[in-house]
């Protein structure tokens, strides 16, 4: 099945991922359509929003 993992079948999963709902492959920007660039500043900013809340790792402990 080659899935267009259209922008509506998109979910937030953790770690800052998207997900389709139809295939359950994690996404970039670059896997969606219509184009990311031309979803809207609204969808774009909550995208990124969600890439920006994923677990940033763990800082060395210093010795």
């Known amino acids: 099945m080659n899935c267009p ?13 998207h997900q389709c709902l139809q295939c359950f492959d994690a996404l970039t920007k670059k896997d969606v359509t219509p184009k990311f660039e031309d979803l809207g ?3 774009q900013k909550r995208w990124d929003a969600h890439e920006a809340r994923a677990a940033k790792p763990a800082a060395p402990v210093p010795a």
């Open 5 to 17: 993992h259209h922008i509506q079948w998109v979910i937030e999963a953790e770690n800052g991922l």
């Open 41 to 43: 500043p609204a969808i």
